[in-house]
C-alpha cells in the first residue's frame, strides 16, 4: 500500500534529522531555512514484537516487516499559501500524502536559530495552520462558484456538494481546520475529491532537548493545551538523542542508551507506530517454515479485499480464508496444533479481518 505521511513544520524545529532517525535516507540537516528543497522518501520498517514472536515459533529461512512512507517536506513560512518561500511545493507535496506528521520545536539552543526569533511552539503550529487553512479556503471558494450554478439549475448532487462546502467555508473562515467539520461517511464520499490539507489526520510531534524526553516541558504543556480539541495525537521526541541512538550499532547499546535517558522504547519507534495508526492501517500476518511476513491492510477491510494486498489474483478468486487468532498460535505454539483443537476459523467474503490476524487464503482463477 503506498501510504505516506508527510513531516512537517517550520524551519529549523528538527524535521530532518527525525527523517534521518526514521530512515536509512540522509535528508540534509543544516542551520539556516529551505535546507529541504525537495521532499526526500524514506520506506521505514514498521516495528512489531508479534512479528518477532512468530518467527521464534517458525524458525523460517526470512522474515518480512511492513512498512509505510514517511516524506521530508521543505519547511514552511508565513505566507506559503500566497506563494512566499516554497510555499506552492510545500503545498502540493504536502496534498499527495496521506497524514500529517507535524514537528514543532520545544527546546531552547541558542545555536540554532528559529526564524521567528524565539521558541513559542504554540506560534508556530498557529503558522502553518494559517497557511494551509487559507490554502483550503482558495480551494472550497474555488469550488463553491461552480456548484451554486448547478445546484440553482436544480442538480442535487451539486446541492448537497454546496451544502458541505459551506459548512468548510465557515469553519475555515473562523480559523477551523477542515477536519472539526463532522460529516457522515455518505457526506464525505459526495466531496471525495477535495483533497483538502487541513482535512487530513495530523499526529504533532514536540522535539525536545534530552532532559525532557521523559516528562515534557513548559512547552509541550502549551502544546498539549493547544491541540486538546483537536482529537489529535501528541508524541515527545527528542531528536538529537534519537540521531545518538540511531548511530550506535547493537541492540544492547540502544537498550542501554534509552535506559540511561529513562525511557523504555524509542521515541522513533513510538512514531513509526503512531503514523502507522495515523493512516488506519493494520497488520494482518502469514507465517511458515519458509517465511514469517507481516502484510498491511486498512481497518474495516474485508477478507477478500485484504487477500487482494497478498496478489490480485488472491482477491479475484477468493473462496474462503483461514484465520488464526495470534493469541492462540503464540499459545499453542504451531499451525497443527490450532488446527487439532479447532482453533481454526473458517471465514468467507463478508469476515471483517482483525488485526494480528494470521491468515491462509484459499483461491481459484
Given at each position: 500500500?503506498?501510504?505516506?505521511?508527510?513531516?512537517?513544520?517550520?524551519?529549523?524545529?528538527?524535521?530532518?534529522?527525525?527523517?534521518?532517525?526514521?530512515?536509512?535516507?540522509?535528508?540534509?540537516?543544516?542551520?539556516?531555512?529551505?535546507?529541504?528543497?525537495?521532499?526526500?522518501?524514506?520506506?521505514?520498517?514498521?516495528?512489531?514484537?508479534?512479528?518477532?514472536?512468530?518467527?521464534?515459533?517458525?524458525?523460517?529461512?526470512?522474515?518480512?516487516?511492513?512498512?509505510?512512507?514517511?516524506?521530508?517536506?521543505?519547511?514552511?513560512?508565513?505566507?506559503?499559501?500566497?506563494?512566499?518561500?516554497?510555499?506552492?511545493?510545500?503545498?502540493?507535496?504536502?496534498?499527495?500524502?496521506?497524514?500529517?506528521?507535524?514537528?514543532?520545536?520545544?527546546?531552547?539552543?541558542?545555536?540554532?536559530?528559529?526564524?521567528?526569533?524565539?521558541?513559542?511552539?504554540?506560534?508556530?503550529?498557529?503558522?502553518?495552520?494559517?497557511?494551509?487553512?487559507?490554502?483550503?479556503?482558495?480551494?472550497?471558494?474555488?469550488?463553491?462558484?461552480?456548484?451554486?450554478?448547478?445546484?440553482?439549475?436544480?442538480?442535487?448532487?451539486?446541492?448537497?456538494?454546496?451544502?458541505?462546502?459551506?459548512?468548510?467555508?465557515?469553519?475555515?473562515?473562523?480559523?477551523?481546520?477542515?477536519?472539526?467539520?463532522?460529516?457522515?461517511?455518505?457526506?464525505?464520499?459526495?466531496?471525495?475529491?477535495?483533497?483538502?490539507?487541513?482535512?487530513?489526520?495530523?499526529?504533532?510531534?514536540?522535539?525536545?532537548?534530552?532532559?525532557?524526553?521523559?516528562?515534557g516541558n513548559v512547552h509541550t504543556e502549551a502544546v498539549r493545551a493547544a491541540i486538546a480539541s483537536e482529537r489529535a495525537e501528541m508524541l515527545i521526541v527528542a531528536a538529537s538523542a534519537e540521531a545518538d541512538i540511531a548511530e550506535l550499532e547493537s541492540y544492547e547499546e540502544r537498550q542501554l542508551f534509552l535506559q540511561d535517558m529513562g525511557l523504555?522504547?524509542?521515541?522513533?519507534?513510538?512514531?513509526?507506530?503512531?503514523?502507522?495508526?495515523?493512516?488506519?492501517?493494520?497488520?494482518?500476518?502469514?507465517?511458515?517454515?519458509?517465511?514469517?511476513?507481516?502484510?498491511?491492510?486498512?481497518?474495516?477491510?474485508?477478507?477478500?479485499?485484504?487477500?487482494?494486498?497478498?496478489?490480485?489474483?488472491?482477491?479475484?478468486?477468493?473462496?474462503?480464508?483461514?484465520?488464526?487468532?495470534?493469541a492462540d498460535y503464540v499459545e499453542l505454539g504451531s499451525e497443527r496444533a490450532c488446527r487439532d483443537v479447532g482453533k481454526i476459523g473458517i471465514e468467507g467474503k463478508e469476515y471483517v479481518v482483525e488485526d494480528g490476524d494470521i491468515m491462509h487464503f484459499l483461491f481459484n482463477v
Open positions: 500500500m503506498a501510504l505516506q505521511c508527510g513531516i512537517v513544520g517550520l524551519p529549523n524545529v528538527g524535521k530532518s534529522t527525525l527523517f534521518n532517525c526514521l530512515s536509512n535516507a540522509r535528508a540534509q540537516a543544516a542551520n539556516f531555512p529551505f535546507c529541504t528543497i525537495e521532499p526526500n522518501v524514506g520506506v521505514i520498517t514498521v516495528p512489531d514484537e508479534r512479528l518477532m514472536k512468530l518467527a521464534e515459533i517458525d524458525n523460517p529461512k526470512r522474515v518480512v516487516p511492513t512498512t509505510i512512507e514517511i516524506v521530508d517536506i521543505a519547511g514552511l513560512v508565513k505566507g506559503a499559501s500566497k506563494g512566499e518561500g516554497l510555499g506552492n511545493k510545500f503545498l502540493a507535496n504536502i496534498r499527495n500524502t496521506n497524514a500529517i506528521i507535524h514537528v514543532l520545536r520545544c527546546f531552547e539552543n541558542e545555536n540554532i536559530t528559529h526564524v521567528d526569533g524565539t521558541v513559542d511552539p504554540v506560534r508556530d503550529k498557529g503558522i502553518i495552520d494559517t497557511e494551509l487553512q487559507l490554502k483550503d479556503l482558495e480551494t472550497i471558494e474555488n469550488r463553491i462558484g461552480k456548484c451554486q450554478k448547478q445546484a440553482t439549475a436544480g442538480d442535487k448532487i451539486a446541492k448537497r456538494q454546496y451544502d458541505i462546502l459551506m459548512q468548510y467555508k465557515e469553519a475555515l473562515e473562523q480559523g477551523l481546520s477542515a477536519r472539526t467539520v463532522e460529516l457522515t461517511a455518505e457526506e464525505r464520499k459526495v466531496v471525495w475529491d477535495l483533497n483538502l490539507l487541513t482535512d487530513k489526520p495530523v499526529l504533532y510531534v514536540c522535539n525536545v532537548d534530552e532532559a525532557s524526553a521523559v516528562t523504555e522504547e524509542s521515541g522513533v519507534s513510538r512514531l513509526i507506530k503512531a503514523a502507522y495508526r495515523l493512516l488506519d492501517l493494520q497488520t494482518f500476518f502469514t507465517t511458515g517454515a519458509d517465511e514469517s511476513r507481516a502484510w498491511t491492510f486498512r481497518r474495516g477491510m474485508k477478507a477478500p479485499e485484504t487477500a487482494g494486498v497478498i496478489h490480485s489474483d488472491f482477491e479475484r478468486g477468493f473462496i474462503r480464508a483461514e484465520v488464526i487468532k495470534y
